[in-house]
């Protein structure tokens, strides 16, 4: 059973909430727009979606926004006929948005029905994140007047306010000059009000009167190319002011054409409509490019834990080469294992078994007695000299792969030292992993020679030296040593084997060997997932599962039936 479809209000509140936790932490190239895109679409549902659909009588708000300095203010308080705003010789000017409305409509611009997020002020400029309400009766009941900031300001706030302001109207009386009509940002925003069918006038300021035809009929040109022919176009001549106002004759078609408006309740319906339509159009694709670029991410956190994954299993992989070669069987170890099967400790177990073998190794070997333990020692530094190699490549590997990936290097950044060797605690944990290791080797020796006959035997020259045996067979089983190394610890190994294979069988030995080199690599492959998890554990925090993109497509999508619901 499918749910039954949302109210139309419901689906927005529920697109907005979705949009609020969508994670966008990673730093891909699609983040920021898609950040602004997100934001933008909150707060237009917020500003204006939901209190236009709360009310759908509720009067135009109509917002002056345009180019810096383009005399928006100087506008307003030439329709409304008083100071209402500040104007000023210094840009920007207007920081924070003035409301002008009537009496009659305090109540629907005094408290957080549109425009929730600024807190309402009157008498003064109430600063950033404020509206300041005038109330003035020259202003027709049913269309409030708002004067916007700059939309191309050098002040950043300014800007994002601007657009904020705009999407947030119900009709844009965008106001640009004779200078500055083909700058870039406005015809950004210009294009915008067109994709959303947003109804638009347009306001040609301070135009040199020798050249107003001429300007006029080229910015009509430009509104027809880009598809905006049917927004008015009102032209205002740049005189001097009187009293900081417009000359009467040039403001006066623009406030007759509002105060019509505002007089025609049909035709402010039709502007109400136009906007809202085009406003609710618009969300699936910006939504949609929200999506995308969460799927961006999602995929960018793949390939950066793709990228940790491959370096830590080529370690994995070195490991295990490492062990099965034998290189571990050189150097320390090697001097080691030599002197513990010269010692002839043990050795007197060979005594008619292997005693062929026994003159070849016993010529090959020199030095003091040593005791097992001397091996397990040397063996424990070589095995834990590995790990930490291996790691420390595995780490470095995984800085560089992230470095040139995107979002890896904002992920890594500031601890590029730490990250590119291993974690602090690795040695002590490796140490421990080896040393408990070892134990469960000879407690698998132990276990081995429980039952057999051969006990006593193999006690003879100790669990520590069988399990020595056994951990220089997990080394040795395959080739890997070269030249006189093949003939020293290569024949010696063998000779260790053919002794415990005395002892315990061939299959037991083999056996044992195997579970040893096992269990070796499962404490490895633990050593290195914890290492692995702090490039992991990175990525889990900053990119978004697959799941949250269509979270989103769904909640565009709810959105979608509960329209043709409410249609
Ligand atoms: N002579 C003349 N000066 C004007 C006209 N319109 C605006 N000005 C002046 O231009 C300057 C900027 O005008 P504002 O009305 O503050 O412009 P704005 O678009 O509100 O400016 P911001 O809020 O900073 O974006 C002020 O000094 C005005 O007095 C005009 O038509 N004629
Ligand atoms: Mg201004």
Redesign the pocket.
């Known amino acids: 059973m499918t749910a039954p479809p949302l109210r139309l209000a419901d689906a927005l509140a529920a697109l907005r909430d979705q949009l609020a936790t969508t994670p966008l932490g990673l730093a891909t190239p699609g983040r920021d727009g898609a950040v602004r895109a997100a934001r933008a679409v909150r707060d237009q549902i917020d500003d204006y979606l939901l209190p236009r659909l709360g009310d759908l009588a509720a009067p135009l708000l109509t917002v002056v926004g345009g180019s ?7 506008l307003v308080n030439s329709l409304v006929g008083a100071p209402v705003t500040t ?3 210094l ?4 920081r924070a948005p003035v409301l002008v409305c009537a009496r009659s409509d305090v109540a629907a611009f005094s408290g957080d029905r549109v425009l929730p997020g600024l807190a309402r002020v009157t008498g003064g400029d109430g600063g950033p994140g404020t509206v300041q309400l005038v109330v003035r009766d020259e202003v027709p009941a049913g269309l409030a007047l708002l004067d916007a ?2 939309v191309d300001s050098v002040v950043e706030t300014n800007r994002e306010l601007a657009g904020q302001l705009l999407a947030a109207a119900d009709l844009w009386v965008f ?1 640009t000059t004779a200078a500055r009509y083909a700058d870039a940002v406005p015809w950004d925003l210009l294009q915008t009000a067109q994709e959303r069918g947003t109804a638009l006038a347009v306001v040609l ?2 135009v040199p009167p020798e050249a107003a035809a001429e300007v006029a009929a080229d910015l009509h040109g430009m509104l027809q190319r880009a598809g905006l022919a049917s927004a008015r176009l009102f032209v ?1 001549e ?4 009187a009293g ?1 106002r ?1 000359p009467e004759d040039q403001v006066a078609p623009l406030r007759t054409w509002l105060h019509e408006l505002a007089a025609d309740q049909e035709a402010r319906a039709a502007v109400v409509r136009q906007t809202l339509t085009g406003a609710l159009d618009s969300l699936e694709q910006r939504v949609g490019g929200v999506a995308d670029a969460v799927d961006e991410q999602a995929r960018a956190g793949d390939a950066l834990r793709g990228a940790a994954a491959a370096s830590y299993t080529a370690a994995y992989e070195g490991i295990d080469e490492g062990v099965r070669s034998g290189t571990m069987l050189r150097g320390e170890v090697l001097a080691r294992w030599q002197e513990f099967v010269g010692t002839g400790e043990w050795m007197r177990a060979l005594q008619g078994q292997v005693s062929r073998l026994r003159d070849r190794v016993v010529s090959a070997v020199t030095g003091r007695p040593t005791p097992a333990q001397d091996l397990q020692g040397a063996l424990e530094s070589s095995v834990e000299h590995l790990l930490r190699a291996e790691a420390d490549r595995a780490a470095e590997r995984t800085v560089t792969a992230w470095r040139s990936l995107p979002g890896g290097a904002q992920l890594i950044a500031g601890e590029e030292r730490a990250l590119e060797q291993v974690s602090p605690d690795f040695p002590e944990a490796a140490a421990a992993q080896v040393r408990d290791w070892q134990g469960a080797v000879l407690d698998l020796v132990r276990e081995q020679g429980a039952d057999k006959r051969s006990t006593a035997r193999m006690l003879s020259w100790g669990i520590n030296g069988a399990g020595a045996v056994v951990m220089v067979a997990v080394f040795a089983s395959t080739g890997g040593l070269t030249g006189g190394e093949v003939a020293v610890a290569g024949g010696t190994t063998a000779v260790g084997q053919r002794v415990l294979e005395a002892v315990f069988g061939d299959a037991a030995v083999r056996s044992m060997a195997s579970r040893a080199r096992e269990d070796l690599q499962r404490r490895a492959d633990a050593l290195l997932r914890y290492e692995q998890a702090r490039f992991d554990d990175r990525v889990d925090d900053a990119a978004p599962g697959a799941e949250a993109a269509d979270a989103l497509r769904h909640a565009v999508r709810s959105l979608a039936s509960a329209r043709r619901t409410a249609a």
């Open positions: 810096t300095g383009a005399g928006k203010s100087t104007a000023g010789v840009r920007p000017t207007t900031p700059d106001v300021d301070r205002v740049e005189r001097p002011l900081g417009l």
